[in-house]
């Protein structure tokens, strides 16, 4: 109850932020983690400006950055409490409220983006969105983050062996724990807004994620040692607190999820834009980078969790992701 009434705190002490709006117009509070050049800025500004137009000025979304209005769990809470109307978040905190998203994250079950978005657009991603209405969550879009990558301060990593014993920021996801355990990392899991002070103060030794949210997050002055592994492809969702949603028209609600789509696209773009140039970016700016990375030595080593795995999930379940063409 006290973090709830935190939560609450903040969000009317912020209120005055907000611009005057116009006579009958209805205000929308967006929170992502990232900053406002990222591409969760990019997908939320275009999202803004697409609910904007399709409304005929009647929403406005007015967009928080770099977890002005708290951390992705929070915003999630929030979105179930109301206070918050829109959030664009990865599925690190989500599998603790839609437990079967859960499954999106297991090592190495996209082949690459093509499969990944094929994945999500398509009937399975579909289908999972609709798990989120019970929930008091709308979701409108699976967005993208990208295929996470690992980096460190302490030495290169050339094979699973070389992680043992790296005290590696996790997200608060469980299915990433239990795997990064079985590669011999300490798992440690926080907030993203927690990341890079924790990198700095040698709290811990590295983090996974995927290259636009290293170079969105500067974490180039805080690691010296990237490993391209793509071993997980990261979700990202754009939610809606149900309890706003309820109140939209059939016709408004069709311009929110049409705007959620183009905000998708930018998203993907801005990933995809982001993944050409990253690599020689941190090169410049000192990271030593090891692109030539056999992930079949990584898989091996994960073959005993990746049983574990198919009891959890149903193996059904997974080979239908895995082999989805």
Not at 8 to 16: D, I, T
Not at 135 to 162: C, Q, Y
Not at 166 to 173: I, P, S
């Amino acid at each position: 109850m006290r973090h709830r009434r935190l939560l609450l705190a903040v969000f009317a002490a912020l209120a005055w932020l907000a611009p005057p709006l116009a006579l009958g117009q209805t205000a929308l509070k967006m929170n992502i983690s990232l900053a406002q050049n990222s591409h969760y800025g990019v997908a939320i500004d275009t999202f803004a400006r697409e609910v904007e137009k399709r409304t005929n000025g009647r929403y406005q979304v007015q967009n928080f950055y770099s977890g002005a209005l708290g951390a992705e769990r929070d915003s999630i809470e929030a979105l179930q409490l109301g206070t918050l109307d829109l959030t664009m978040t990865s599925t690190g905190p989500v599998p603790n409220f839609v437990p079967d998203i859960a499954i999106l994250d297991i090592p190495f079950l996209f082949r690459d983006y093509a499969h990944a978005r094929a994945v999500l657009d398509g009937p399975i991603g579909q289908d999972m969105l609709r798990k989120f209405e019970p929930k008091g969550i709308e979701a409108l879009a699976w967005g993208e983050n990208g295929f996470r990558n690992m980096t460190n301060s302490k030495h290169p990593v050339n094979a699973p062996e070389d992680l043992k014993g790296l005290k590696m920021r996790t997200m608060e996801n469980p299915v990433h724990i239990q795997a990064y355990r079985a590669f011999g990392i300490i798992p440690t899991p926080m907030a993203f807004t927690e990341v890079f002070t924790a990198l700095q103060q040698g709290t811990v030794d590295g983090q996974e994620n995927p290259l636009s949210v290293i170079t969105a997050a500067k974490l180039d002055q805080v690691q010296k040692y990237l490993t391209l592994t793509g071993h997980v492809y990261s979700p990202a969702l754009i939610l809606m607190s149900k309890a706003q949603w309820d109140k939209l028209t059939p016709a408004d609600k069709q311009a929110f999820q049409e705007a959620a789509k183009e905000a998708v696209k930018a998203d993907r773009a801005r990933i995809d834009d982001d993944e050409r140039r990253a690599v020689a970016d941190l090169r410049s700016k000192g990271m030593q980078v090891v692109d030539n990375v056999d992930k079949s030595k990584f898989q091996a080593a994960l073959a005993p969790t990746f049983t574990e795995f198919g009891k959890k999930f149903g193996q059904e379940n997974i080979d239908r992701i895995r082999n989805y063409r």
